[in-house]
Structure formats: structure tokens, C-alpha cells
């Protein structure tokens, strides 16, 4: 059973530049989370998706946003970056939504901003 | 808010001991999941157990247990027969029955000698 699958894993972006970042959950899950992960602030909920919905946000600025496929793959998207956004940007997925179950995540997409 | 603490930075352990990871959470909720994960250099975010708030008994997975202590909202991580591989940093987690977000304490680097 193939894992979360997170792409690209490594990008280097210049300021004010945007970026994509894909993730595949693992087949038959339909939650998708991300988080960001800084030596300084650690490891910080960005939002999660179920369903093509998001149902719920972290404190990020609006440049931070997402969406979910039908097939509950999902992106995230940061525009006009900045120098404190470069991080290892996790994804994880798990089959549903709510106070249950354990996340599996992905080897994360490691953004370096010039 | 609910919030977790790891207190310890760093640990190290020589290989074939045992040793304790500790995490304290604060929340107002009563229902909820906590988790051990493990982030090897490899960076990929690996369960290593999980307790159901509800379940007085505390959870076992091989080598790795868990002391749960609801009242005093404690969830330490014990290692028995600490074997190089355990080596990483571990984050302790808690998941939030309302929002669905897992939020991680700062981590602790465990260091096994050989």
C-alpha cells in the first residue's frame, strides 16, 4: 500500500515568487492536513481538507491556501513568498475527519526561499 | 487552546537501556487522541504509538509503551532495549476532537550510544 506521496521535494524560489506543493494521500483516505515545520516556530497546522472542503485553518496569512481533487489529492499554495516561509511543509492524510484516528504523513517538500 | 510541552530538548541513552520521554497537555476537552511520532534525519514523520483518551489502559507497541495519566494530563514514552535506529527526534501530539488538528510539542532529540 503506497504511502503519502508529497511533490516536489525539494524547490528553491526567490522572493515574491508563489508555489505549489502536491500531495497524494494514501488511497482511501479522504483527510488531507498540512503543516509547516521551522526550527524556530516547530511544527505548525496550516489546514486540512475532507471531502474538497476545508474544515479548518491555522493561523497563517491568506498568501497560504489550499484545495482538495475528487480523488483527495490536495495542494497548497503560498504566493508572494517571503524569506520566513522557507520550511519543510508536511502533508498527511488519514480516512476521515474529526477527533479520530492516527495521521500518516509524507517525507515533506522542503522550500528554500531566496 | 490546548497546548503540549516537552520539557526535554535532548536526551541520550546507551543502546540496550531503557529510557523515558516526557510530555505534559493542557486542554479542557475530554475527548481526545495523543500520539508518539519519531522524525529520523530521513525527516518522514513515523507513528510510534497512540492512546485513546478514553482507555485507562495504556498502550503497548513492542519495545515502545506508553504512561498515560489522564487526571495529570501526562503522556511520557518509554524505550526499552534502546537500539540505534531509535535515534531521532520525537514529538509528542495531541488531537483535538473538535478541530481535528494535531498539535505537536517542540520535541525531543533522543541520542542512543552505542
Known amino acids: 500500500k503506497a504511502g503519502v506521496t508529497q511533490t516536489p521535494r525539494y524547490l528553491i524560489k526567490t522572493r515574491g515568487q508563489q508555489v505549489t506543493l502536491s500531495c497524494s494521500p494514501i488511497s482511501g483516505h479522504r483527510s488531507v492536513s498540512w503543516y509547516q515545520q521551522t526550527p524556530g516556530q516547530g511544527l505548525q497546522f496550516l489546514f486540512e481538507y475532507f471531502s474538497e472542503t476545508q474544515r479548518n485553518k491555522g493561523n497563517f496569512p491568506g498568501r497560504f491556501s489550499g484545495r482538495q481533487f475528487s480523488n483527495s489529492r490536495s495542494e497548497m499554495n503560498v504566493s508572494t513568498l517571503e524569506l520566513g516561509d522557507s520550511a519543510l511543509y508536511l502533508c498527511?492524510?488519514?480516512?476521515?475527519?474529526?477527533?479520530?484516528?492516527?495521521?500518516?504523513f509524507g517525507e515533506g517538500s522542503r522550500l528554500t526561499v531566496l | 487552546a490546548q497546548t503540549v510541552t516537552q520539557s526535554q530538548p535532548e536526551m541520550s541513552v546507551q543502546e540496550a537501556e531503557t529510557v523515558t520521554l516526557s510530555c505534559t497537555y493542557d486542554t479542557s476537552e475530554s475527548d481526545y487522541y495523543l500520539f508518539w511520532y519519531k522524525q529520523p534525519p530521513s525527516r518522514q514523520m513515523i507513528l510510534v504509538i497512540r492512546?485513546?483518551?478514553?482507555?485507562?489502559q495504556n498502550a503497548t507497541e513492542n519495545r515502545f509503551s506508553v504512561n498515560f495519566q489522564k487526571a495529570a494530563k501526562s503522556f511520557s514514552l518509554k524505550i526499552s532495549d534502546s537500539q540505534l535506529g531509535d535515534a531521532a527526534m520525537y514529538f509528542c501530539?495531541?488531537?483535538?476532537?473538535?478541530?481535528?488538528?494535531?498539535?505537536f510539542g517542540q520535541g525531543t532529540t533522543l541520542q542512543v550510544k552505542p
Open positions: 498527511a492524510s488519514r480516512r476521515q475527519t474529526g477527533g479520530t484516528g492516527e495521521l500518516f
Open positions: 492512546q485513546e483518551a478514553y482507555k485507562q
Open positions: 501530539a495531541y488531537l483535538s476532537s473538535n478541530t481535528g488538528k494535531l498539535i
